[in-house]
């Protein structure tokens, strides 16, 4: 396989990724009983919506029809999340860090993801690519840290 499939490849894998946390976060931000952590979740929602028109975009600028491919390390995320629903009661604490580590296993999915895909795009020659996937980068390194940070603020008790 060359680069440029592989990029490709990767670019459909991210892209249906993507759409599948976009279809499952309302179902987190509904899940989850603190309202820093439901906001969290209602951002993160439209953080999504703005990484798939971005990779559109990305898709645009290397001539490659936007379109998915399973990704089954994210699929298995959203599987657990849905475990951890059911196997917890609702409006406790151990529910809401059980969706905080699933949604950081995605957000760590997806940070090594980008982090590969600038790379890939600089050394293949596509600048304005390796931007606009930058840019997500940082958001899903953002929102990792504020994932981070919310998980220290529940109290255990």
């Known amino acids: 396989m060359k680069l440029q499939q592989l990029f490709v490849d990767q670019l459909q ?17 509904e899940a989850a009983s603190s309202d820093e952590l439901k906001q969290a979740f209602s951002s993160q929602l439209q953080e999504t919506k703005n990484h798939l028109a971005r990779l559109e975009k990305v898709f645009g600028m290397i001539d490659a029809p936007p379109e998915g491919k ?38 760590h999915y997806e940070i090594a993801t980008y982090g590969g895909l600038v790379q890939l795009a600089r050394t293949l020659g596509h600048p304005d690519a390796a931007e606009t996937l930058s ?23």
Do not use: H
């Open 135 to 157: 840019v997500i980068l940082a958001e899903e390194q953002k929102a990792d840290s504020l994932l981070t940070r919310i998980a220290g603020t529940l109290n255990a008790n």
């Open 13 to 29: 894998d991210i892209y249906w990724a993507e759409e599948k946390l976009a279809k499952a976060l309302p179902g987190l931000e």
């Open 70 to 107: 399973k990704c089954t390390a994210i699929a298995g995320i959203v599987d657990e999340v849905q475990t951890i629903i059911q196997e917890t009661e609702a409006s406790t604490v151990e529910r809401d860090v059980g969706l905080i580590f699933a949604s950081q296993k995605a957000a």
